[in-house]
């Protein structure tokens, strides 16, 4: 079995963790009215830091999988 680092760990719980946030986002945009924009700034943070997650945690696991062979 792989050894998970915590790089890699961190990553999944950040991705469940966008996944509710999306879906608080969805039921709070549904409640405002119309006529209210919807800027979604926060998507300038995540979307950065999340592949920024994904890339280390992707290279971590390519560099242990080649170190054991």
Same mark, same amino acid.
């Given at each position: 079995?792989?050894? *998970? *680092?915590?790089?890699?760990?961190? *990553?999944?719980v950040?991705?469940?963790? $966008? @996944? !509710? +946030?999306?879906?608080?986002? +969805?039921? +709070? ?7 209210d ?5 926060d998507?300038? !943070?995540? $979307?950065? #830091?999340?592949? !920024?997650?994904i890339? @280390?945690?992707v290279?971590?696991y #390519?560099?242990?999988?080649t170190?054991k062979?």
């Amino acid at each position: 079995m792989k050894k *998970t *680092t915590s790089i890699q760990r961190i *990553t999944i719980v950040m991705l469940i963790s $966008y @996944v !509710f +946030w999306e879906i608080g986002i +969805w039921i +709070w945009s549904r409640n405002i009215p119309p006529s209210d924009p919807l800027i979604r700034v926060d998507l300038i !943070f995540i $979307y950065p #830091f999340l592949l !920024f997650l994904i890339i @280390v945690s992707v290279y971590q696991y #390519f560099k242990t999988n080649t170190l054991k062979k």
